[in-house]
DNA sequence: TTTAAAATATGAGATATCTCACATTATTGT
DNA sequence: ACAATAATGTGAGATATCTCATATTTTAAA
């Protein structure tokens, strides 16, 4: 992680102003922070002192369980908070935040202006906001998880992340983000294939059934 | 539903205050509300306009999916929100609430005071970390749903929900609860028994193996 | 008290998903 | 350019979980 001085930093801080988040000056508690690709933003377990707001970029929230799974279990897009359920409870065990791309972060120094953030009614909707939708998407995930077979929720991703007609994610992400066996994912896509929906290609799956993927993944809704 | 008045009413609001969440008088938008057993305090679908504080007793959230499958999401318990996303979200569509056992809320009026709340860091704060918590909650029953087995998930359900070594829920509910099939809630509960671990009598299951019951649940964290 | 509805129980056969082992490509760091 | 590492791909056999059918018992409503 770098801290972006001078120029950069004003660069960025004037492309995301966010003073209408808050309704006390915010900017002497700011710094802006570059984190390359692949770098982990919170360790997982650790205890985190710095809240930010990614104004840039893409993170993946990971957690270890007991018996070795890896769940990758959302991934957070540019723009939103990331820490902020540490600000509100001390002391709280964090999951792990690793970036996928380069990723540009306001980090709000919340040892200095808790106090104030915590006063602060304009702040505090906003995060209430996104306290409430977050519990929300993680419902919604966690009850179509428990109703819905792979192929639906599979066919979902698909559409979800594919990009002019072509699926080409990781697998090796995918099944972690999914919540299954990299074996079995690889088993339903080739069903896929084998039922017309995909076409392997060399670089990614072509999607040649639009409407019955669309189907599939409407069951869930 | 009945709204309580006279003694009844005092009654409550004096066991149960709530002032302290607010910066401003909360008292003339409260009304107290009973429900019975089994009734519906939000229908699933609808677009409610009323927040409540549960002060007493038990419930259940629910959905029901596209095809047909119901979960039952989690058991609310007194003291706590209900409702209260409708209120940062204008016009969401619901999820389900049923009651478990008789139970009393406080109802705030959000149309009447829905600005002041809005601007009330006090209350916002308290929400942010109640939503906050919900948020984890589900992440984590989420991501452990993904990487236990039914046999560790009930086990650790055995030890929440059994009084004095006997449990004896009903498994109608459960099994839309640990989001498993009745059959499959069934041969789980059978193989305890084969185990040694639990043992059937005629009203519920008692508890003979603490000590693997909680190895099992342990897993999960 | 009788009857209907809900809850409990169990068998049998299907499917969804997992584990493990191993072979084959890509990718990446030096 | 090479070696190490990560990602892909596949088979075989196990396990977790589901669906459906059907019987019995318990609970609640008329």
Same mark, same amino acid.
């Given at each position: 992680m770098q801290i972006l001085t001078g120029e950069a930093r004003q660069? @960025?801080? +004037? +492309?995301?102003? #966010? $003073?209408? /988040? =808050?309704? /006390? $000056?915010i900017y002497p508690y700011l710094e802006v922070c570059? /984190?390359? +690709?692949? !770098?982990? #933003?919170f360790q997982e377990?650790?205890?985190? $002192? %710095?809240?930010?707001y990614m104004i840039e970029g893409k993170t993946k929230l990971y957690m270890t369980h007991k018996n070795g799974k890896v769940s990758l279990?959302?991934? &957070? !897009?540019?723009?939103? /908070?990331?820490?902020e359920i540490e600000l509100l409870?001390?002391?709280?065990? %964090?999951?792990?935040i690793q970036t996928v791309t380069t990723t540009i972060c306001l980090s709000i120094a919340t040892q200095a202006c808790k106090e104030k953030l &915590?006063? $602060?009614? &304009? =702040?505090?909707r906003r995060l209430c906001v996104f306290l409430g939708e977050k519990a929300t998407t993680m419902t919604s995930? @966690? %009850?179509?998880?428990?109703?819905y077979p792979l192929e639906n929720r599979l066919a979902a991703f698909i559409q979800l992340s594919s990009d002019q007609g072509i699926y080409k994610e990781k697998h090796t992400e995918?099944? !972690? @983000? &999914?919540?299954?066996s990299y074996r079995h994912l690889l088993y339903v896509l080739a069903q896929f294939c084998e039922e017309k929906i995909l076409e392997k290609q060399k670089h990614g799956y072509h999607i040649i059934d639009e409407r019955r993927l669309n189907q599939l993944a409407q069951e869930i809704q």
């Open positions: 660069y @960025y801080i +004037k +492309k995301y102003p #966010i $003073d209408d /988040f =808050f309704s /006390f $000056d570059q /984190f390359d +690709k692949g !770098e982990w #933003i377990g650790s205890y985190p $002192d %710095t809240m930010y279990i959302e991934y &957070l !897009e540019a723009p939103r /908070f990331m820490g409870n001390e002391a709280r065990y %964090t999951k792990g &915590l006063a $602060d009614a &304009l =702040f505090l995930k @966690y %009850t179509q998880n428990q109703a995918i099944c !972690e @983000y &999914l919540g299954v």
